[in-house]
């Protein structure tokens, strides 16, 4: 049980174009979930706190007009990254919470993206 | 604030030995505090996690973990190491706050080595 999905995992694009990653929790309801951003070797970044029916809580220095957030049901949250540039490549994993558990977060496998 | 710091950048052991991967914490009130992996390219995956109880907490493939509330730490131990425990290892502290959603604070992460 407690499983999330990504998609895509891998993705290329080219600069000034939008991507859009799904995060889907498959077995689970999740009224809230995360948007990590990870550097090679390094920590997982919060970017932002993804709630179902409302807006999300960006972090401080996360534009939320470049990253994009939507939570429009319990299994899926959606983060778009606009007019992506080279800066933006980087591993992107989101993360669910059980509804009515505030304890473990559960993690999606990640979606690499390179823009070119 | 809340925190957490990983001492070690990486950790090797000798495959059968066992291995330890520190972590200290910083909190107000009471920590929630976990442990996960993290393989290549992939994802983390939740190990094991301190609420309350037993200080001693057993977690997935053989790995323990032990909160000492006087030294404010929650080392990951395993008695025999693998070749295949060889991965990136985080440490996070639950954000106490309530208004805080929940989010996790990670270490910087320890890159656990097992060699033949």
């Known amino acids: 049980g407690a499983v999330v999905s990504q998609h895509p995992s891998r993705v290329i694009c080219k600069s000034g174009t939008s991507v859009k990653i799904e995060c889907r929790s498959l077995?689970?309801?999740?009224?809230?979930m995360f948007w990590y951003r990870q550097f090679p070797k390094k920590s997982l970044m919060l970017m932002a706190t993804?709630?179902?029916?409302?807006?999300?809580?960006?972090e401080q220095g996360v534009e939320k007009d470049k990253f994009l957030i939507n939570h429009a049901s319990l299994t899926l949250s959606t983060l778009t990254v606009t007019s992506a540039h080279p800066e933006d490549s980087s591993f992107y994993i989101c993360?669910?919470?059980?509804?009515?558990?505030?304890?473990?977060?559960?993690f999606g496998p990640g979606t690499r993206l390179l823009v070119l | 604030a809340q925190s957490v710091a990983q001492p070690e950048d990486q950790v090797n052991v000798a495959e059968g030995n066992p291995l330890t991967v520190k972590c200290t914490y910083s909190?107000?009130?009471?920590?929630?505090l976990f442990w996960y992996v993290q393989y290549p390219n992939r994802g983390l995956q939740f190990l094991l996690k301190?609420?309350?109880?037993?200080?001693l907490v057993k977690g997935s493939y053989g790995f323990e973990a032990e909160f000492n509330k006087s030294q404010t730490s929650f080392h990951l131990k395993k008695p025999s190491a693998l070749v295949s425990d060889s991965a990136l290892y985080f440490c996070?502290?639950?954000?106490?706050?309530?208004?805080?959603?929940?989010?996790?604070?990670f270490g910087q992460g320890t890159e656990l080595s097992v060699k033949p």
């Open positions: 993360s669910a919470r059980v509804a009515g558990n505030q304890e473990t977060q559960y």
């Open positions: 077995d689970f309801q999740a009224t809230t």
């Open positions: 993804s709630n179902e029916g409302s807006k999300a809580t960006y």
């Open positions: 909190v107000s009130g009471n920590p929630y």
């Open positions: 301190y609420i309350t109880g037993d200080n």
């Open positions: 996070a502290v639950r954000d106490a706050g309530y208004n805080q959603g929940g989010k996790l604070i």
